[in-house]
């Protein structure tokens, strides 16, 4: 056995790949695996005993035909004063068989350092996470691309509701003036849902990039989610397949359930995902069910289920794979592996049942929350709303126009630059409460136009408009910092909190 005390050294955030035969026997290993589990002739000596017998359990089940993922091992590595967290996947390799249809040939098993060594330099660690927020970007994208379309299929539906040429649409000229209100309201409430869930998806991907902690999660109702699910996916399995002379018949049976503990916009996530792939499975029509309900022995349940394709053993033992998709260019291969992921997440279970031509089964299992106190309700206070004069720099002109009407909305009066250099101008001859701009313009971002504005207006409050991941605090000039995208409440509430009322 070779443990020279340099080899450790030069590890890199690569890959750890090795390959074993159907008899256990380590075949090949590349460079990364190398230098973690070294090149003695027992290929798990650095683990302890105990994770031995876990390691070739893993290895037994991986060979016969289960897909084995996200076990973490901790590795004794020379020079190291604590164990190298490594999370390894046993991966079996399905091999075609003239008489028996697959067999199973090798394991591949492949695997990530949780760890950086203090060896690293700063620049691999960066590289290291850049690659990370690429993989998660694909599942990103994916889900944000979801929102965007059913936002864009609920403005459709808005537009129904105009009058040309004095006459509605004939599914909305038999409702009542009270009920067509209601059905605009929904409609409204679930744009403004999918815009909120794609907000929080991408500050999920800033938090990691900031290299900060998930959220806390909070007691939910996983009923009044699926829901809200199934409200924001009607473009998908009803408007889309009826325009196509398709149809997909809803079933729901969503029983009243204990809550659960977790993030709403991540959970919503995973079951517009699954709707979704229930839909696409049945492109010439079908039944989706969605249920919801409570086991006392495993938790509160939610399942989706489709009439549709079906998938054969091999397919359902890969789904949850990165980067395995049956869509080909249609698919990233990221959508089950983000859900699975999300699921675990919340120590919940993410089950499928599946055949051939029989159709589709996903069921969610979560734990109860622990008993939870009513919470009393408040009465909120009457806050009185003070109207000052805002100033609002930025150089697009939406943000502008949208934050200007919204604004005068509330009772202030807003003018608006689309420039730092027309912005100082405007203050020059005009006496502004407060002034809101955005940091990345081009010529002036927002720190150099409010260095250059408390130069002579030292008292004038300037709120920071951002988008970006890596926006520092305040810091000099500068009263606060608000990150896109922001809601009109919170405008309002950094107005009232800084500006000078002046005594009467």
Known sequence: ??????????VEPALLVATFSQHRVLVERN?????????????????????????????????????VTNQIFPVLVPERDEPLPVLLNFLPVHLPAEDRGTRIDAVTVTGEVLAEPTSWMTSQTQRHRLEAVGRMTMGITHDFNNLLSGILGYTELLKAFEVTENKRPDHLEALSPDALQTAYADHLRTIERAALDGAALIKKLQRYIRQEKQIRFEAMDLALLAEDSVALTKPYWYNEPRRQGIGIELVTEISPVPPVLGSPTELREVVVNLILNAVQAMPGGGQLTIRVFSDPMRGVCLSVKDTGMGMSEAVKKRIFEPLFTTKGERGTGMGLAVCYGIIQEHDGTIDVISELGQGTLFEITLPHAEEIAPIEEIAPETVHTVPAHVLIVDDERMVRTVLSKLLVLR????????????????????????VFVDQAMPEMNGREFAKLLQQSNPSLPIVLLTGATDMVGPGENIACVLRKPFQIEEIDATIQQYIQVSPA
């Open 31 to 67: 460079e990364a695996w190398f230098l973690v589990f070294g090149d003695g002739p027992l290929v798990w000596y650095r683990l302890s005993s105990e994770d031995q017998t876990l390691v070739a359990q893993c290895l037994a089940d991986a060979l016969s035909g289960s897909l």
């Open 1 to 10: 056995m070779s443990d020279a005390p340099n080899m450790f050294a030069p």
């Open 411 to 434: 009772g202030h009066t807003v003018e608006s630059a689309e420039s730092g250099k027309q912005g100082l101008a405007l203050i020059q001859n005009t006496h502004f409460d407060i």
